[in-house]
């Protein structure tokens, strides 16, 4: 089965100051419908991996593929696009806007996009409704617990019916039993809509539950040790 | 432009209610202070521009002098030749004979063109009793010269429209220099003889140079006075607009055999005032638009680096660039526009406020401070202040959608 990501020796060169290689040859490819933990100490370059993948920045060198299709090299405006109509993303902190409410804040990656259907809004609804923050609907993220803003982020990330959910650890903030729900979460809905996911974390709890583990140290993949 | 940019525009101008009415009020105060002072400073110069030119033609058309002829002259004794000139300056008044058909080809020359009056003028002596006083002799056919000086409406006493011949409408201040009232008989001497005339009417027309010394005249009485057969002295020209005057008096001059005389060329003084007057205001004004443009910047600035991730966020949802810069302009553009409805508003209640100061209880029709209002002026201030709120929004909105999202969403 085609991939739905796949890097082909990817190099990341960091030339402000001191010259450093945050990522060496990296070769990676993601099945759809695959769970993927991305583990590895702190500066090993999971987060230039995350960020290159989610076209957020670019590779010195190499190949990234998304769907199919050769993104290295593309516009600023062409991977803006691309962002919204592939990719999910959810952040350690939520990220929800401050001013909007839950629903309008969940519907907001629609409304980039143009108009937002009713098809599209029962769909959103039903997955608000899944993780048990319909009630919630008209409130605003401060009024809302750590937990339950980082359901609401990780249902705005699936809003657009992405390909590829990118997850920069989601429950880094939370405390274990917030974090465990959250993670459960993304799993399940990772299986009931078959989205692929990539999930950056600190966690071995939860990386150990992933599809399977991507290890970096020194902005190398280290060989594969799990796979449940 | 989307409708999530304009949601996401009203939404955070609303949830920073304080920054966003700090914003709006810079602009609305310079709107404010653009409408009323263009109010106070237009109407003084129409109140100048009136008291100058309310009581003359804009435009003047007499006959043209005849050119200075050059002579050349042959010395018999010599074999030298004499180079000079020979003045033509005639002593008699000169005329206009035909000037129907110039009436007729003037009030279709131009639009600007308004009425044409064909006037008599000349010197006089009154005499009442035993006082004698020097006057001017205005003779014009009344319906036309009223729609061009509005003397009827002016009237103390009597009329003016419908005047026949041997009656005269004299200035208050002549009649009431002379004790002569409504119905009285006087004596006018002109150069060509003697007439006894019965005043029907006495105008106030707050320009002292008819006030003073004229007596108004049906046109055939003044020819018949002055000597003029069927001829008339000038052709005064009224204009819709007295700033056409140069234009029109250069337009008619080449074509006609008249001399004309723009009440432009006449004041220039006057007018080098008014420009001086309003390149002043325009500066000020200049720099008031100018403070409410940098206003608009600094206020939107903080709000681009309060929200800082947020930018970051949005871009990595997949907001465009364009689109985050809409976002920011329209934020500016709407700061403007409110700031602007509220300046407009508060400036026109200023003017009003200032108009509504009257001279005093004896001339309540004299205001202290005579404004023009008009709607250009406040839709063009609210234009210019929507103009200038986008323009000056620009520069934090491109600051925003510069923003690189990797540098502010893992700056925490």
């Known amino acids: 089965m085609e991939s739905v990501l796949q890097l082909d020796r990817v190099c990341k060169l960091y030339t402000e100051g001191v010259p450093v290689w945050a990522l060496r040859d990296v070769d990676l490819a993601v099945r759809p419908g695959e769970f993927v933990a991305v583990v590895g100490p702190s500066g090993s370059g999971k987060t230039t991996l995350l960020n290159i993948i989610g076209l957020l920045d670019r590779p010195t060198s190499g190949r990234v593929l998304l769907a199919g299709r050769d993104v290295s090299n593309l516009s600023e405006n062409a991977r803006s696009l691309l962002r919204r109509d592939l990719l999910g993303f959810v952040f350690q902190n939520y990220y929800l806007l401050p001013e909007l409410t839950v629903v309008e804040n969940v519907l907001l990656p629609l409304r980039l996009r143009g108009s937002v259907s009713a098809r599209d809004r029962t769909r959103v609804e039903g997955l608000l409704d899944r993780v048990g923050l319909a009630a919630y609907a008209r409130v605003f993220p401060s009024q809302l617990s750590g937990g339950q803003q980082q359901r609401v982020a990780l249902i705005r990330a699936l809003a657009n019916d992405p390909t590829l959910v990118l997850a920069d650890e989601p429950t880094g903030n939370l405390d274990s039993q917030s974090g465990r729900a959250v993670f459960d979460l993304m799993r399940e809905l990772n299986r009931a809509t078959a989205k692929s996911f990539i999930m950056v974390t600190h966690d071995e709890r939860f990386a150990t539950q992933a599809d399977r583990v991507v290890r970096i140290e020194d902005g190398r993949i280290q060989p594969e040790a799990v796979t449940p | 432009m989307g409708r999530v940019t304009w949601m996401l525009a009203l939404r955070q101008l609303r949830s920073a209610p304080r920054q966003s009415a700090l914003a709006a009020s810079v602009v609305a105060v310079s709107v404010a202070l653009v409408v009323f002072l263009n109010a106070l400073i237009g109407g003084l110069q129409r109140r100048l521009l009136e008291t100058t030119t309310g009581g003359i033609p804009h435009v003047v058309l007499e006959p043209a002098p005849r050119e200075p002829l050059p002579v050349w002259v042959l010395r018999p004794s010599s074999d030298s030749v004499y180079v000079g000139t020979r003045s033509t300056r005639e002593l008699r008044t000169r005329s206009i004979e035909n000037w129907r058909g110039w009436v007729s080809w003037l009030e279709a020359l131009d639009r600007d063109i308004a009425v044409v009056i064909p006037t008599v003028e000349g010197p006089g002596v009154l005499t009442r ?26 009237l103390v006493a009597g ?14 201040r002549l009649a009431d220099r002379l004790g002569l009232r409504l119905r009285d008989r006087f004596r006018v001497t002109s150069p060509v003889g003697t007439s006894t005339l019965l005043v029907a009417g006495i ?15 049906t046109l055939r009485q003044a020819q018949s006075m002055l000597g003029l057969g069927t001829a008339v002295t000038t052709l005064s020209v009224r204009l819709r607009r007295p700033f056409a005057a140069d234009r029109v008096a250069d337009r008619i001059a080449p074509v006609a055999p008249f001399e004309a005389r723009s009440w432009m060329r006449e004041n220039r003084q006057l007018l080098a005032g008014l420009q001086a007057q309003s390149q002043s205001s325009f500066l000020i004004q200049f ?35 364009s689109q985050i810069l809409e976002v920011f302009a329209l934020q500016g553009t709407l ?69 690189d999202p990797i540098r502010v969403i893992r700056s925490t």
């Not at chain 2, 009793?129 to 003779?139: A, H, N």
């Not at chain 2, 009329?159 to 011949?165: E, P």
């Not at chain 2, 320009?207 to 108004?216: I, N, W």
């Not at chain 2, 026109?348 to 108009?355: D, E, G, T, W």
Request: net charge positive.
């Open chain 2, 203 to 217: 105008v106030r027309t707050g320009f002292s140079r008819l006030d003073d010394g004229v007596a108004f005249v």
């Open chain 2, 287 to 321: 720099f008031v638009t100018l403070a409410a443009g940098f206003g608009i910047v600094s206020i939107l600035i903080t709000n681009v680096l309060a929200r800082l991730r947020e930018i970051g966020i949005l871009r990595a949802m997949g907001a465009t660039r």
């Open chain 2, 159 to 172: 009329r003016y429209v419908g005047l026949g011949g041997g009656e005269a409408v004299l200035g208050h």
């Open chain 2, 129 to 154: 009793e035993s006082r004698t006083e020097p006057i001017r002799i205005v003779g014009a056919d009344p319906e036309r010269f009223d729609r061009a000086f509005g003397l009827q409406q002016r």
């Open chain 2, 335 to 403: 700061l403007a526009l409110t700031g602007g409805l509220v300046g407009a508003g508060l400036g026109v209640s200023l003017a009003l406020l200032f108009y509504q100061a009257r001279a005093s209880a004896a001339q309540p029709d004299l205001e202290v401070f005579p404004v023009d209002l008009n709607a250009g002026l406040v839709l063009g201030s609210v234009a210019l202040s929507v103009v200038v709120g986008t323009l000056a929004s620009l520069i934090p909105a491109r600051q925003a959608a510069a923003v």
